[in-house]
């Protein structure tokens, strides 16, 4: 056998076949509930919104077999520039993005819309990951200084402007997840922890004066769902509505209310998971919160078998990056957490999005194979 046969042989030897099926899975069934959730009950038309997340299906798929045959470390070498270009592409979203849902947070390359902030998660990551690679362990006062603000604060403000407050959240406790686990000095924790609470009541009152109208209202519904029933609080009743007429096994496929007689607002992105419940019920649920358990500590245990600190950064970054998703979407839901627009992986409609989470997926599937040394 020639040498390109056993490259081949390799990569099929190699895949991590569990990290592969399981986003195929959610994605399938995501694509199941955004039918259901959106299929005719007052009317005769159905949108197409299932046909569109399927046709990104077959191109995240094809993203997620590519890139898991790539070479993770060859992004040490493009990691800086692509994420002053990833920066710079959120800068003309502001200036120049499309318009919906009360945020600018869409670029539009004439028929087709992608959401530059999903891209951006991973290039954060894979920049951060490479930072944090060459640098000592524990980071030094100026080193944590220098990645917080890069990193952290220069996203932040840019989504922040748009507003995304719930990607820009996101982006900040990746960041601060991965110094984490790279270490940082003790003295820096408890002193930072000091300023952080001496600070508070300013900077929340900074914080809170610059939301937008609908942000607070979000909060004010989170802290008390039942101070206006019918108006801003109606997005977390419902959805816990929805989710509790589940019960234990749920009414059944395509036998949800709750999404198509639209009772329940954002039923196929950000409330997705509540008509999932509604039909499916508590066994349902738990079963597909299994199947993301396995994508996360299947990506933590590459993590832990990866061969050099890049690759581990990198899996650890990309794990803790579902982890938040799934859960604060999740606890959203069933009101345990506020309302921040963040999508369920895999799950809810969203070109952007899906293609992103599985370019992730091929990452992790990549740094997993080239544990192997036969093609180093």
């Excluded at 209202?217 to 801003?232: M, Q, S, T, Y």
Aim: hydrophobic letters at 50%.
């Amino acid at each position: 056998m020639d040498k390109k046969g056993l490259r081949a042989l390799f990569e099929v030897k190699h895949i991590d076949w569990l990290a592969f099926t399981a986003p195929v899975l959610l994605s399938v069934l995501g694509i199941l509930t955004i039918y259901s959730a959106t299929r005719p009950v007052l009317d005769s038309i159905h949108p197409s919104y299932y046909i569109r997340q399927s046709i990104w299906l077959v191109i995240g798929l094809t993203a997620m077999i590519l890139t898991s045959m790539f070479d993770y470390r060859r992004l040490l070498r493009y990691s800086y520039p692509v994420y002053v270009i990833g920066l710079l592409l959120l800068l003309v979203t502001i200036l120049f993005g499309h318009k919906g849902m009360g945020a600018q947070r869409w670029l539009r390359i004439g028929p087709v819309s992608f959401q530059p902030s999903e891209v951006f998660k991973i290039i954060l990551i894979i920049a951060l990951s490479k930072y944090l690679s060459t640098v000592r362990t524990p980071l030094t006062y100026w080193q944590s200084i220098f990645s917080f603000v890069i990193f952290g604060m220069v996203p932040f403000v840019i989504l922040f402007s748009q507003p995304d407050l719930g990607t820009a959240i996101m982006l900040l406790l990746i960041m601060l997840v991965m110094l984490l686990c790279k270490g940082l000095e003790r003295r820096l924790v408890l002193s930072s922890l000091i300023v952080l609470l001496l600070l508070l009541p300013l900077t929340g009152k900074t914080i809170w004066n610059g939301l937008k109208d609908y942000q607070k209202n979000r909060l004010v519904a989170f802290i008390d769902p039942g101070v206006d029933p019918k108006g801003i609080g109606y997005q977390i009743e419902q959805s816990k509505v929805t989710i509790g007429s589940g019960k234990t096994l749920g009414k059944g496929y395509l036998k949800g209310t709750q999404g198509p007689l639209r009772f329940l607002p954002e039923k196929h992105t950000d409330f997705i998971f509540a008509v999932f419940a509604e039909e499916w019920g508590f066994v349902g649920s738990l079963l597909l919160l299994s199947v993301y358990m396995v994508l996360i500590i299947r990506g933590l245990e590459t993590a832990y078998y990866s061969k050099d600190v890049f690759g581990t950064l990198l899996a650890i970054g990309i794990s803790v990056m579902f982890l938040l998703y799934v859960s604060i979407n999740i606890g959203m839901t069933m009101g345990l957490m506020p309302v921040v627009g963040v999508p369920l992986p895999f799950f809810s409609y969203g070109g952007t999005a899906l293609l992103s989470n599985f370019i992730a997926v091929g990452l992790l599937i990549s740094i997993r194979k080239h544990r192997f040394t036969l093609f180093y």
